[in-house]
T-cell receptor
Framework: AQSVTQLGSHVSVSEGALVLLRCNYSSSVPPYLFWYVQYPNQGLQLLLKYTSAATLVKGINGFEAEFKKSETSFHLTKPSAHMSDAAEYFCAVNTGNQFYFGTGTSLTVIP | DAGVTQSPTHLIKTRGQQVTLRCSPISGHKSVSWYQQVLGQGPQFIFQYYEKEERGRGNFPDRFSARQFPNYSSELNVNALLLGDSALYLC?????????????FGDGTRLSIL
């Protein structure tokens, strides 16, 4: 079975500090991996997508993620947190005709 | 251009009733997917439709059904509602068939079951 695990349901960082949100996947075949962001009372917005073209994927709003096959990880990072980054972040995986989201990580940015 | 639109935005039903949720994809998008997001959890995949045919189905009971119309809009139907069906129902559209395509989400329909 395919799935994603997000370590840490809540992460707090100071404004300007590094953001690191963790995601590990389990898949028997090379997956398509995604990070989505959800602001309160809204739908999800795609941050970035891994498609095997490059292990380091750059997304919107300064976010990037690195695919590490040996660690089955796809962690999301941003060098400097901004107040507007406060939101819920979801890692997701697609294999075949199925799509799985992780349980989400709530990011709080402290001024 | 308009994004993915869902209606209604909020809905209150009682146990045992039936509900229909509607979704209009982004113009030109032929794929529509449905997700259930229970409070505090990640979305769970229910269905994907492409060119009016079901292309993917998640682990949901037969009480859940959907269809896609010739204009690519979609409806999600849930019969015999249970308290556990209370959730935010999200619709997403994409331009191509596969779920590996970037999906554009609507703001969802909040369904409350009393």
């Amino acid at each position: 079975a395919q799935s994603v695990t997000q370590l840490g349901s809540h992460v707090s960082v100071s404004e300007g500090a590094l953001v690191l949100l963790r995601c590990n996947y389990s898949s028997s075949v090379p997956p398509y991996l995604f990070w989505y962001v959800q602001y309160p009372n809204q739908g999800l917005q795609l941050l970035l997508k891994y498609t095997s073209a490059a292990t380091l994927v750059k997304g919107i709003n300064g976010f990037e993620a690195e695919f590490k096959k040996s660690e089955t990880s796809f962690h999301l990072t941003k060098p400097s947190a901004h107040m507007s980054d406060a939101a819920e972040y979801f890692c997701a995986v697609n294999t075949g005709n199925q799509f799985y989201f992780g349980t989400g990580t709530s990011l709080t940015v402290i001024p | 251009d308009a994004g993915v639109t869902q209606s209604p935005t909020h809905l209150i039903k009682t146990r045992g009733q039936q509900v229909t949720l509607r979704c209009s994809p982004i113009s030109g998008h032929k794929s529509v997917s449905w997700y259930q997001q229970v409070l505090g959890q990640g979305p769970q995949f229910i269905f994907q439709y492409y060119e009016k045919e079901e292309r993917g189905r998640g682990n949901f009971p037969d009480r859940f059904s959907a269809r896609q119309f010739p204009n690519y809009s979609s409806e999600l139907n849930v019969n015999a509602l249970l308290l556990g069906d209370s959730a935010l129902y999200l619709c997403a559209s994409s331009s191509r068939q596969g779920l590996n395509q970037p999906q554009h989400f609507g703001d969802g329909t909040r369904l409350s079951i009393l």
